[in-house]
């Protein structure tokens, strides 16, 4: 097992046809799905004073994730509204993002101290903390950054050369086109993984060496809720991946040229990735089954 923290945004998605909010965030999924998968896991971002920060409070609590260095401010949780329309799902920003936008995460030399006990951080677009990205990257723990749809090739070239691992959605893009995307993330800008997600296509992810792509799981099966698919493909995928690389560099005991050729490592490498895809993919279409992303909903009103 290893230690997860998401850095920065948190929400509550508000299901205005059950009259029910549910705790949410980029961030908070994260840390809330890793928890389910067994691992030790914290959110750190700003939370607020009202009603709604109380319902992250309480959900976090219950999993058992930390949260005990967050700082909490005077303002407005960011609230996301979804509504049913004619079966379709339709998402609306209540109060663009709340505190989390307003006053985004001023990260501190005792958080940083904070962050060096853990084994990957998470951190979005959504927890507007790129100017700070470099300090996280100076605790030598890798970073694990979502761009989400609305991404643009300039988020990339600014974002990249601070992180480890890109992940970003491209459903809507040819194939070769998001090739493209991933190539200059790895080969140009300096991850060590880039990811898209392509809807009912599945996920691509390059390593430098090849590609590697999966389709999801039961694509014709019947789900309840999407909220957090993709947040817990990211999850399955990268707690699965950075716990092999644990085991990897303990078994060889930080001299793989002494256990290992470079064909075997490689060979580890691709191995690891397959089944880190795979097991993404399972905690993506369990989580299709729970109303909102991770479950633990209050009422509204």
């Given at each position: 097992?290893?230690?997860?923290?998401?850095?920065?945004?948190?929400?509550?998605?508000?299901?205005?046809?059950?009259?029910?909010?549910?705790?949410?965030?980029?961030?908070?999924?994260?840390?809330?799905f890793?928890?389910?998968?067994?691992?030790?896991?914290?959110?750190?971002?700003?939370?607020?004073?009202?009603?709604?920060?109380?319902?992250l409070?309480?959900?976090?609590?219950?999993?058992?994730?930390?949260?005990s260095?967050?700082?909490?401010?005077?303002?407005?949780?960011?609230?996301?509204?979804?509504n049913?329309?004619?079966?379709?799902?339709?998402?609306?920003?209540?109060?663009?993002?709340?505190?989390?936008?307003?006053?985004?995460l001023?990260i501190?030399?005792?958080?940083?101290?904070?962050?060096?006990?853990?084994?990957?951080?998470?951190?979005?677009?959504?927890?507007?903390?790129?100017?700070?990205?470099?300090?996280?990257?100076?605790?030598?723990?890798?970073?694990?950054?979502?761009?989400?749809?609305?991404?643009?090739?300039?988020?990339?070239?600014?974002?990249?050369?601070?992180?480890?691992?890109?992940?970003?959605?491209?459903?809507?893009?040819?194939?070769?086109?998001?090739?493209?995307?991933?190539?200059?993330?790895?080969?140009?800008?300096?991850?060590?993984?880039?990811?898209?997600?392509?809807?009912?296509?599945?996920a691509?992810?390059?390593?430098?060496?090849?590609?590697?792509?999966?389709?999801?799981?039961n694509?014709?099966?019947?789900?309840?809720?999407?909220?957090?698919?993709?947040?817990?493909?990211?999850?399955?995928?990268?707690?699965?991946?950075?716990?092999?690389?644990?085991?990897?560099?303990?078994?060889?005991?930080?001299?793989?040229?002494?256990?290992?050729?470079?064909?075997?490592?490689?060979?580890?490498?691709?191995s690891?990735?397959?089944?880190?895809?795979?097991?993404?993919?399972?905690?993506?279409?369990?989580?299709?089954?729970?109303?909102?992303?991770?479950?633990?909903?209050?009422?509204?009103?």
């Amino acid at each position: 097992m290893i230690k997860v923290i998401g850095v920065g945004d948190n929400v509550v998605d508000c299901y205005i046809h059950q009259n029910t909010m549910y705790p949410g965030g980029n961030c908070v999924n994260i840390a809330a799905f890793s928890r389910q998968l067994g691992h030790q896991s914290a959110y750190l971002g700003v939370l607020a004073d009202d009603r709604q920060a109380d319902v992250l409070r309480r959900a976090l609590t219950d999993m058992g994730v930390d949260f005990s260095m967050c700082p909490t401010m005077h303002g407005e949780t960011g609230r996301c509204s979804t509504n049913l329309v004619e079966g379709d799902r339709v998402i609306g920003d209540d109060n663009d993002l709340g505190l989390c936008k307003s006053n985004p995460l001023q990260i501190t030399d005792e958080m940083l101290e904070y962050i060096k006990g853990f084994d990957v951080v998470h951190s979005s677009c959504y927890s507007f903390i790129e100017d700070q990205l470099c300090k996280i990257k100076s605790t030598g723990v890798p970073i694990v950054y979502d761009f989400s749809d609305g991404w643009e090739e300039k988020d990339f070239e600014r974002v990249c050369p601070n992180i480890d691992v890109a992940f970003f959605s491209g459903k809507k893009l040819p194939d070769e086109e998001i090739k493209g995307y991933l190539k200059k993330c790895v080969d140009e800008l300096g991850c060590r993984l880039a990811m898209c997600t392509i809807g009912k296509r599945g996920a691509f992810i390059y390593n430098g060496h090849k590609f590697f792509i999966k389709p999801p799981y039961n694509l014709e099966g019947k789900v309840t809720d999407t909220m957090g698919a993709g947040d817990s493909f990211l999850t399955g995928f990268m707690t699965t991946y950075f716990d092999g690389q644990r085991i990897f560099e303990a078994m060889v005991k930080g001299e793989p040229q002494k256990y290992t050729t470079e064909a075997d490592r490689l060979d580890y490498e691709e191995s690891l990735i397959e089944y880190s895809m795979s097991m993404g993919n399972l905690i993506a279409i369990r989580n299709c089954f729970v109303s909102g992303a991770f479950g633990h909903g209050e009422k509204i009103n």
